[in-house]
């Protein structure tokens, strides 16, 4: 038997673990005593059989038994009830009911319109429901031996050498074997930096027998000026130098990974939005960045060291007193909630943009008793007036142009609030322009092999530009009871775009923006949005918009998906317009609550470019990305053997029953493989996937599979509007044939 300990990119501890598993279940003998380091530990023998992962789940009743079931019956009872109210049938539910007359008929009406309103707003919420994320900060084992080897830079501004971070983090390279050398950093400000960083780098990595192992920055600690553009300096240096070692960017309380986190640094965290980029690009060397706690013990040295050993397998981490976290996106289903209250004066900055005219409709129809609009110098009221359709909502709108920017004009316009009708709450939508992206789609993978650089954002780019609405109106509002304070920043930004280099540094200042707020008592939260549709809904299933009218009336139709709403590089998918209402619901329902994005992503091509390259650990608590990565380690099932088995010529050389059964087929084992079952035979034809244990994160897989084996574009509830395996195999047979 022969096995490999250490594979490349792979040469872990557990790597090394596994290969000697391996060995073991082949029959050598391991001493396990000496590996573990456990002498007196009590071993148990397994079984030597393979297990079978066989699932035991409650069997479903048969239909003989359901129609007999006093809860099977009521099932179907209110089946008939919703298909009757739905359709609007009121002759037949006025049947069922027992009720006789015209009369009777009449009052039905307006009970069956509140109805079919609320069943719709669930399955709006439902439908939402996969699409939340948040970022959460999981504890990290940093585990494996501790060395670091080589030379180091340390790149600091030269009037903080004596700063303790600065301390602390040549003490972690120099207690644990590493060489640190100091490259100070002075003029910060100056056009010259660039220059002076060009020649002390070439003194510093021309000697080829003196490699650079590593690189730290600790530009963070800058004071006067902006770290982001020095940092940036930095960065493009050493890629023009050609150096490809690990880069880590060191930041002094940037984020807030608990309660008992003191409230972030703006500045600081722009720094994290640019680690992002670098991280999904893939930079040769890779690295990440690390934040520092405010006086860090001597014990976040050996910390930060086993870090940058590679023992936590991250590339966004905290150290803290209680341990190492790394940055993490999961999934955030909705917590049930009523409806805010809508009066009073509710301030829209930067109403005219395409994410905002939406929700400023949905608003309208909801009745907000006064939107005060406000949109960049050149736009024309009238033209906002008519692209959000709210004249027609009876919502009294005033509008106003000023400068986004300028702080005098944004308070001049709180000025003109009425005395009678207080501002309440606030919604900041930031402005996006198009990145240039060398020809390629806005927001679109850089090419395979691209220099890292290319995700930079330039000093003389707008990140600070695209912040200032926000930080203007947390000043001026400072001292008001706001019941909410919302910005609104795009998806991309928030994820970490590359190309976009100047969108994520502004998300991730205005996310620790929103968190100071919080740390300080005050109402704040911040949405990161997704692209919305380009017309209303596309329409709902039921033909309603956005804010619940006729997709067909005029006025209806929105504007094209343009800067904020570019579908990025077939990472994301358009949202439904018709959710607004629910988005915005919620966002301000949580207004103190934590950071929220909203975006349908199609995690199967974010898991394509990223097996592609090194790249960011961000999405790890992503099941798609998790189990890819698992398979192409060899480590599970993955989404290996998913693959378009199923085609419209195919079919038609079948018979009608051929074709269910085919489609059926289809169904059961991709329903299986996504609940977990070892085979499709456990699950009949007419099984609620309810019953079964389908919820909505499993249902998106569900129709994430089969879109892959039917080439269908399926819409997100598809396994909730048709509820049993045989009642969605015969959708997707009408389906592949209308094709």
Not at 29 to 55: E, G, M, N, S
Not at 122 to 135: C, F
Not at 282 to 289: E, S
Not at 373 to 384: C, F, I, K, L
């Amino acid at each position: 038997m022969v096995t490999g300990s250490f594979r490349r990119d792979h040469g872990t501890h557990h790597q090394l673990m596994l290969s000697l598993a391996e060995l073991a279940v082949h029959g050598t003998p391991v001493d396990w005593d000496t590996v573990c380091h456990t002498p007196h530990h009590p071993w148990i023998d397994l079984p030597t059989y393979a297990f079978q992962h066989q699932r035991y789940w409650p069997q479903p009743m048969s239909p003989e038994a359901r129609s007999t079931h006093p809860g099977g019956a009521r099932e179907d009872a209110d089946a008939r009830l919703w298909e009757m109210l739905e359709s609007g049938d009121l002759p037949g539910l006025a049947g069922a009911l027992g009720l006789e007359g015209t009369a009777d008929i009449e009052t039905l009406k307006p009970m069956v319109s509140a109805l079919v309103s609320w069943r719709r707003a669930q399955r709006q919420k439902a439908e939402a429901d996969s699409w939340y994320y948040r970022v959460v900060w999981a504890p990290v084992v940093a585990d494996g031996p501790v060395g670091l080897s080589g030379r180091w830079l340390v790149a600091a501004p030269h009037d903080r050498l004596d700063h303790p971070v600065v301390q602390l983090c040549t003490r972690a390279l120099t207690a644990h074997g590493a060489q640190a050398v100091s490259l100070p950093i002075a003029d910060l400000g100056s056009p010259e930096v660039r220059r002076q960083l060009q020649d002390t780098l070439h003194g510093l990595t021309s000697p080829p027998d003196q490699p650079v192992t590593g690189v730290l920055s600790l530009l963070a600690l800058t004071r006067g000026t902006d770290p982001l553009a020095v940092t940036s300096h930095l960065l493009r240096a050493l890629d023009e130098h050609h150096v490809s070692a690990p880069v880590w960017l060191i930041t002094h309380n940037a984020v807030s990974t608990a309660p008992g986190d003191p409230a972030p640094d703006p500045r600081q965290a722009a720094l994290w939005g640019l680690a992002q980029n670098l991280g999904i690009e893939g930079a040769p060397g890779r690295g990440g960045v690390i934040d520092l706690p405010a006086g860090a013990r001597s014990s976040a040295a050996a910390a930060l060291a086993r870090v940058l050993t590679g023992g936590a397998g991250a590339d966004q981490m905290a150290v803290r007193d209680s341990g190492v976290f790394a940055r993490r996106l999961a999934a955030a289903p909705c917590r049930d909630g009523g409806s805010p209250e809508l009066d009073g004066t509710t301030l829209i900055v930067g109403g005219a943009d395409p994410a905002a005219e939406p929700m400023v409709r949905w608003l309208a129809s909801r009745g907000a008793e006064h939107l005060l609009v406000v949109v960049p110098e050149g736009e024309e009221p009238d033209a906002v007036r008519s692209r959000a359709a709210v004249d027609a909502a009876g919502t009294e709108v005033t509008v106003f142009s000023c400068d986004l920017a300028d702080r005098a004009a944004l308070a001049e316009v709180l000025a003109k609030v009425p005395g009678e009708r207080p501002l309440r709450r606030v919604l900041c939508f930031v402005p996006v322009t198009a990145a240039n992206t060398g020809g390629r789609p806005a927001g679109s993978p850089p090419p395979p092999g691209g220099s890292a650089g290319g995700g930079l954002p330039g000093p003389d780019e707008p990140t600070h530009a695209l912040t200032a609405p926000a930080r203007h109106l947390d000043a001026l509002t400072r001292d008001m009871d706001l019941r909410s304070f919302v910005v609104c920043v795009p998806f991309a930004g928030f994820l970490g775009v590359p190309d976009h280099g100047w969108q994520a540094p502004a998300a991730a200042a205005l996310d620790a923006l929103v968190e100071r707020r919080r740390a300080h008592g005050r109402a704040a939260s911040l949405l990161a949005l997704g692209p919305w549709a380009e017309s209303a809904d596309g329409p709902a299933a039921d033909g309603t918009g956005a804010d619940g009218t006729d997709a067909d009336e005029p006025g209806a139709e929105g504007p094209g998906v343009d800067g904020f709403g570019s579908v990025l590089g077939g990472w994301q998918q358009p949202l439904p317009r018709r959710l607004a209402g629910t988005v915005l619901e919620r966002a301000l329902l949580e207004g103190d609550g934590e950071s929220l994005a909203f975006a349908d992503v199609q995690w199967s091509a974010v898991a394509d470019y990223l097996a592609e390259r090194p790249s960011t650990a961000l999405f790890d608590a992503i099941p798609q990305i998790r189990d890819r990565r698992a398979s192409a380690m060899g480590n599970g099932r993955g989404e290996q053997g998913i693959e378009r088995t199923i085609r419209p010529e195919r079919l038609a050389a079948l018979s009608d029953e051929g074709r269910y059964d085919l489609l059926l087929g289809a169904v059961r084992e991709q329903l299986a493989a996504v609940l977990g079952h070892d085979g499709p035979d456990s699950i009949g034809p007419k099984d609620g996937l309810r019953e079964l244990g389908l919820e909505s994160v499993t249902a998106v897989e569900l129709r994430r599979r089969l879109a892959v084996v039917t080439g269908l574009t399926l819409p997100a509830t598809v396994a909730f509007d048709f509820p049993t395996p045989a009642a969605l195999a015969e959708h997707l047979v009408k389906e592949l044939l209308r094709s």
